[in-house]
Nanobody, 117 residues
Framework: QVQLVESGGGLVQPGGSLRLSCAAS????????MGWYRQAPGKQRELVAA???????NYGDSVKGRFTISRDNAKNTVYLQMNSLKPEDTAVYYC???????????WGQGTQVTVSS
């Protein structure tokens, strides 16, 4: 059974940073596509970043140059480092397993990120 547990969300001021974590079980992050998606109120869920086996990554246009996805194979955990945060980054962020160029079948419960002064 696949379980994805996100953590690290919270309230941050514009220009600040946060790091989200996704602890995975039932799926090996080093050999599967893993991703972060987000959904703001009234908007569709969108890709933030995804990482595949090796060095393959895929970023949403709005976060390129500000966010970085990475993984720790020993901890079976995927991270999202978010820098230079903007109010428009406010959303619930979801961890996803099983895809790089499109979402896979498995989702975490989500973690709220709020960027506000």
């Amino acid at each position: 059974q696949v379980q994805l547990v996100e953590s690290g969300g919270g309230l941050v001021q514009p220009g600040g940073s946060l790091r989200l974590s996704c602890a995975a079980s039932g799926v090996i992050v080093s050999i599967n596509g893993m991703g972060w998606y987000r959904q703001a109120p009234g908007k569709q869920r969108e890709l933030v970043a995804a990482i595949g086996p090796g060095v393959v990554t895929n970023y949403g246009d709005s976060v390129k140059g500000r966010f970085t996805i990475s993984r720790d194979n020993a901890k079976n955990t995927v991270y999202l480092q978010m820098n230079s945060l903007k109010p428009e980054d406010t959303a619930v962020y979801y961890c996803n397993a099983g895809g790089i160029w499109r979402p896979g079948n498995y989702w975490g419960q989500g973690t709220q990120v709020t960027v506000s002064s």
